[in-house]
């Protein structure tokens, strides 16, 4: 059960200057082992991760990708191993400086205003934007009244977003966010992470999306059936990578 | 024949001229099975929602023992309300037998195990679909419960719904515990038993006509809203 805890005032992340290091950092994740009926999902993953900006998390389907951003928030528990975010375990203050949004939105059956105010009631942090900010950047605020679920699917997963930053965040999951959005969509959503990225979230996202990643992570993790193949500057993985299965992925071949 | 044709045509008079003990005796289950529907649901919306979310140990016997309930026969509820409420019983100094408090005991009880197994199997359903998204968020059980509740507001009308059928139209416990006094503890479906035991149709089969228009516009009224919160995405 969850404790009940009210978030901690955090710093305004947007006031801090870009070459302060994000107070989350560094990640580091030692011998990670999970499996789910005694099926080994993730298996001796290791890795240690200092790079402020966007690092995206690549790979076939099945690689595990989804499994290790779970594990990283904290939504899943580990078999063994160890994840340590700036020397501290994963605890619940720890979790409350991180937020998720999901492949598939998970909005309030309420209105898309409501859905501001139910994170916003829960963390009250002193760098809280007021509802209408966090709308008018999601470029939602004319819609604040109507029911969030009659969105379309681009304005739903923009909302979510809107929401998972209402609460401040240091680390911002990113499971697929525009995997079933259209172009023009991806492209204002990517724009957005970009001037979040910019204001020192630190963003890990997990994309298939190869052009995307491309565009926006500046390292990358490549995964292979639950382990890390390679993880490097993003501009060195995607001109010379260095396993066969990154290079099959890459060259949009059959990884399997 | 000429009998029950003359029944019907007796008990529409009867409801047409709002015949004031026809009245009191609508008024008073009325009001007694609303009082014990709108407690039950403060009761069981609130343990429904926390067996559906909580993982504690012996939660499957919770839940065995909540569906069992379900069932509760009406008259086993009466007398065990009876026994606690006489002179004699430990709450006999209450002095509220054969009164409409009584009433609403007994069917509260009835109905409780009703809603919050109801409830349990809706904000389950729920909690699956939110479950990450409100780990992530770190909420605490006391922000996760009232918020499924809330976020099933629609469906768990369907839940009262079926807490107030059984209260309106449930006779032996409140028999029992109420005695069917006139003007006083006088239910729908007491006075059913009574005057159909007594050979005055008319007046049971007015009361019946009550009893099935009153269950008829309830169950349009739950279908409409629900129907417009499907078109607000809201069910």
């Known amino acids: 059960m969850q404790q009940s805890m009210r978030c901690e005032p955090a710093p305004n992340i947007l006031l801090m200057p870009e070459t302060n290091q994000n107070s989350q950092l560094p990640l580091k994740v030692s011998e990670l082992c999970f499996s789910v009926a005694q099926k080994q999902l993730v298996s001796d993953f290791n890795l240690e991760l200092n790079t402020q900006g966007l690092t995206a998390i690549m790979g076939p389907n099945g690689a595990g990708k989804s499994l290790l951003l779970r594990l990283l928030h904290g939504l899943l528990q580990a078999d063994s191993g160890g994840i340590e975010w700036n020397r501290q375990s994963l605890d619940i203050k720890t979790r409350q400086a991180q937020a998720m949004v999901f492949q598939k939105p998970v909005l309030l059956r309420r209105s898309v205003a409501a859905n501001i105010d139910f994170v916003l009631q829960h963390c009250q942090t002193t760098s809280r934007k007021s509802r209408r900010e966090i709308l008018e950047e999601a470029g939602l605020y004319e819609q604040h009244e109507q029911p969030a679920r009659l969105l379309s699917g681009g304005e739903q997963q923009r909302l979510a977003l809107a929401r998972a930053l209402a609460t401040a965040p240091k680390i911002l999951f990113l499971d697929e966010p525009t995997a079933s959005i259209d172009p023009s969509t991806t492209r204002q959503i990517e724009h957005w992470l970009e001037r979040i990225r910019e204001s020192g979230v630190k963003l890990i996202m997990v994309t298939h999306d190869i052009g995307q990643a491309r565009r926006l992570a500046s390292d990358v993790v490549f995964m292979h059936r639950g382990r890390l193949l390679e993880h490097t500057n993003a501009k060195v993985f995607f001109d010379t990578p260095k396993s066969s299965q990154a290079q099959a992925y890459l060259s949009g071949e059959l990884v399997v | ?235």
């Open chain 2, 1 to 235: 024949m000429q009998e029950f044709s003359s029944s019907f045509g007796l008990a529409f008079n009867l409801l047409i001229s709002f015949d004031a003990d026809l009245l009191e005796i609508i008024g008073l289950s009325l009001r007694v099975s609303l009082i014990a529907v709108v407690i039950a649901a403060i009761i069981g919306f609130p343990l429904g929602a926390s067996i559906a979310v909580m993982r504690f140990p012996g939660r499957q016997v919770v839940d065995i023992l909540l569906n069992a309930l379900m069932g509760l026969p009406p008259v086993v509820v009466g007398l065990l309300v009876y026994m606690m409420i006489s002179r004699a019983g430990p709450l006999g100094w209450l002095n509220i037998l054969y009164s409409p408090t009584a009433m609403i005991i007994a069917q509260i009880i009835l109905i409780v195990p009703i809603v919050a197994a109801l409830t349990r199997q809706l904000i389950e359903d729920l909690h699956r679909e939110y479950d990450e998204q409100f780990r992530s968020l770190c909420l605490p059980m006391s922000r996760v419960i009232p918020a499924l509740i809330w976020d099933a507001r629609y469906s768990l009308l369907t839940v009262v719904l079926a807490g107030f059928g059984r209260a309106i139209a449930e006779v032996g416990a409140v028999i029992i515990v109420g005695g069917n006094i006139n003007h006083l503890t006088r239910m729908m479906t007491t006075s059913i038993a009574l005057e159909t035991s007594k050979g005055n149709l008319a007046l049971a089969l007015a009361l019946g006509l009550v009893l099935l228009l009153l269950s008829l516009s309830i169950n349009a009224a739950v279908y409409a809203l629900r129907a417009s919160a499907k078109h607000l995405a809201y069910a």
